[in-house]
Each structure stands twice: as structure tokens, then as C-alpha cells.
């Protein structure tokens, strides 16, 4: 029997590196002492008021079908919220909400994109962008972002790779894996050059709660951003509700109302009690936002201070977000050999950046989901890692 055929070709696009991972979990639900450092998916528990929302809802009787797109009590929260963090007034028309930031990108590219058309990644993209666009058929043109200058846009690389078939351009920032966000002038310049080119920008912003010093300026926010800006959201990581998937689109009334019809298609409503608990959560969990926030933070600085000044390896201190990106091309190995050699000595286990793509083949990934002294606990190990590496050359 046959297959579509973008099904085999999203199974190939899958990555080894993720085959490191899945051993440290394994390894560390037979009780060995892995720190997995692999993977975003916050330590912290959702926060205990979360939690009573949503048994609440399941008591007042909230089980049953609810409206694709949100029910009424969550696109209000989400439209207060983001009004007030975009500095503009939206609507609840304007918002529709989805299981997560993955399916949002999902039902972006299917509401944008068909074969023949081309999305512009910015470079090294987060490992499921590729995905999202292949699924609508189109075809992901990767266009570099500065490593050499802490992976910022480049604007004129961006304008030269757009051809007469380019829908959509697909950004990230804060960017995951890197941290880094981009300032509010190069957002302007790249909201300018999708609005001279007729081009759709997506911003994914799920990591915009987590800026640690300076904020995210959404280019849905600025001078002409709003006809043609495609915001996407996630709690995943800013309210630790990774596993409740819930996100959603902020965007033109018309595209919502054409995301609205897919969704009902997909998934005809998603669980109504758990969006009560994100209303919840939106409208009275700030400080527990900000407390989590508060900690990633305290954690970057760990990171920062114990992994500064060795030898072979450099890392990047990130602006926002979960991760931390460590160079180890000065230690003569790809960032595949180190995770995998870490992982063999010191039982911690990181992301290779090779997961992202080539761009990223000397670095790994370091994750700040975990606790401050599991933290400096695996920090100390690495460096460990690396001393004895020093050690061996030398030897
Ligand atoms: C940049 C980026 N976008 C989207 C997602 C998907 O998030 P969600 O859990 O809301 O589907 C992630 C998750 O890691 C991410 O890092």
C-alpha cells in the first residue's frame, strides 16, 4: 500500500543525537546517577494553583466538547495578556488557541504554505521547524545567522535568499538553541523586508517570558507588523506546563478564522478543563512566572561561571530562555564525540548541537532544567570531563 510521500521524508529528517538522549533516560530510570542535561522541559512542577484550576474545572464538569480555536474563558486571558505585553489591543479574534506551540506552527505553515512554495529558517533553526514546513509540501531554505557574532540576523542574507516562490519566513527569538534575542532593530528590518516582499513572518516567541535582561520587541508590535506578523506562544516552558500543551497563534482575524477551520478538522476542540487552568494560570500565576524565570537565571550564571575559561571550549551566555550552547571545536572533537564521550565518563548527557544542523556541529546543547545542585553537580563533572581531556593530550 502507499504512503504520502512527505511522511518518509519527515521520518528521515529524525537526528542521531536525540539517540544519546534517549540512553540517558533509560540509564536514569534504571536508577544510574545520568544527569540529563539533554533536553528543555522545565524541572519545576506546574504550580500547585495551576493544578487545583484545572481539577476545579473537571469538578464544575468542564469534560465535554469545546470550541476549536479556545474556549471563550482563555482566548480573553490570552488576549489580555498579550495586549498588554505587545502594547497593542487584541482581540480575541485574533487568537487562536492550539495543543502547544507545535501545533500552532503546524496549522501556520498549513494555513500558508503548498508545494512549490519556499519557507526562509533562519539558521540553526529549532529541530521541528524543517518538519512544519515539509509537512505543507513547501521546502525550508536555510539562510545563516552570525555565529561568529552570537547568532544575530543577518538582514541582508535574509533579503538575498528570497525568490519569487518565498511565503513565509520563519524566526525564532529568543532563539533555542543559542538564547540569544534579537534586538528591536533588526526585527524592524526583517518585518520590513517581509512587507516589501508580500512574505508572511512567523515569529515564534515561546521563550519571550523568559528574557532574563532585556525584552523581546515582537515584530507584530511594530509599524505595519500586524497585517502580515504570525505570532506563536506556548506555556510549555514559562508556566512549566509542558505536558498540558497548551499555546496559540496571535494573528490577522482571517488567518484565525482559517486556523479555526483546520483545528476543527485536526483535533474538533481541545480539553476544555485544561484550558480553564491556563486561563488560570494567565490571569494569577505571574509570580510564579517570574520566580521560575528568576531561577534559569541564577542557573545561566552557574553554567556561566563554570564553564568560563577552559581550555578548547567557549560558551555563550545566553539572554533568555533554557539552554546554554557550549563551543568544543577547540578540543579537536565535534560536539557528537563530546556528548558521547561526556555521557561515557561522567554519566551527563547533552544535546549535540548537530541536531540543529551542520552550523552547529562543534557545539552542545546544555539544558538548565534541572535543580541548582544537580546543576553545579553536572557543571563540575564536565569540567572534569574537559581537565582530563587536558590531561590525556598532554600525557
Ligand atoms: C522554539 C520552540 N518553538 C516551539 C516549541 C514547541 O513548544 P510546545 O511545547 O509549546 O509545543 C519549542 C519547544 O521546545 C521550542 O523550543
Not at 520590513?192 to 515564534?204: G, K
Not at 521563550?207 to 510549555?236: H, K, N, Q, W
Request: proline share 5%; aromatic share 6%.
Amino acid at each position: 500500500m502507499r504512503y504520502a510521500s512527505f511522511v518518509s521524508e519527515l521520518a528521515a529528517s529524525g537526528s542521531d543525537a536525540w539517540a544519546l538522549h534517549s540512553r540517558a533516560q533509560e540509564r536514569q530510570q534504571a536508577g544510574d546517577p545520568v544527569i540529563v542535561l539533554s533536553v528543555g522541559d522545565p524541572d519545576f512542577e506546574t504550580p500547585a494553583g495551576i493544578v487545583q484550576a484545572c481539577k476545579d474545572a473537571l469538578d464544575a464538569g468542564a469534560t465535554k466538547y469545546s470550541l476549536a480555536g479556545g474556549i471563550a474563558d482563555l482566548t480573553g486571558a490570552v488576549a489580555r495578556n498579550e495586549s498588554a505585553r505587545l502594547g497593542m489591543t487584541v482581540a480575541p479574534s485574533e487568537i487562536v488557541v492550539t495543543s502547544g506551540a507545535q501545533n500552532a506552527l503546524y496549522v501556520t505553515m498549513r494555513c500558508l504554505l503548498e508545494p512549490g512554495d519556499e519557507a526562509i529558517l533562519l539558521a540553526p533553526p529549532y529541530v521541528m521547524f524543517d518538519g512544519v514546513v515539509r509537512s505543507s509540501g513547501a521546502t525550508p531554505v536555510h539562510v545563516p545567522l552570525r555565529g561568529d557574532a552570537g547568532f544575530t540576523i543577518d538582514a541582508d542574507a535574509l533579503e538575498a535568499a528570497i525568490t519569487p516562490r518565498t511565503r513565509v519566513v520563519l524566526m525564532n527569538s529568543p532563539h533555542n538553541p543559542s538564547g540569544a534575542v534579537a534586538p528591536p532593530e533588526t526585527v524592524r528590518r526583517v518585518l520590513e523586508i517581509c512587507r516589501r516582499n508580500d512574505i508572511w513572518l512567523i515569529s515564534d516567541e515561546v521563550y519571550a517570558d523568559l528574557c532574563f535582561e532585556t525584552s523581546f520587541d515582537s515584530p507584530i508590535a511594530m509599524e505595519g507588523g500586524r497585517d502580515c506578523t504570525v505570532v506563536i506562544r506556548s506555556m510549555s516552558k514559562s508556566h512549566a506546563m509542558s505536558g498540558w500543551r497548551v499555546g496559540w497563534i496571535v494573528g490577522p482575524a482571517d488567518l484565525c478564522a482559517h486556523a479555526r477551520n483546520l483545528l476543527n478538522n485536526i483535533q474538533y476542540g481541545g480539553s476544555a478543563f485544561i484550558q480553564h487552568a491556563a486561563a488560570h494560570a494567565l490571569l494569577n500565576e505571574n509570580d510564579a512566572l517570574t520566580a521560575m524565570k528568576d531561577a534559569y537565571k541564577a542557573r545561566r550564571e552557574i553554567l556561566v561561571q563554570y564553564l568560563s575559561g577552559l581550555p578548547g571550549v567557549d560558551i555563550l551566555r545566553p539572554d533568555a530562555g533554557i539552554f546554554c550552547l557550549l563551543h568544543v571545536g577547540g578540543l579537536g572533537m565535534d560536539g557528537s564525540t563530546f556528548a558521547e564521550r561526556l555521557f561515557e565518563a561522567q554519566d551527563v548527557s547533552v544535546l549535540a548541537g548537530g541536531a540543529f544542523g551542520p552550523a552547529l556541529r562543534d557545539h552542545v546543547r546544555i539544558s538548565l532544567c534541572q535543580p541548582e545542585p544537580v546543576l553545579i553537580e553536572a557543571a563540575t563533572r564536565i569540567r572534569a570531563f574537559i581537565g582530563g581531556l587536558k590531561e590525556t593530550t598532554a600525557a
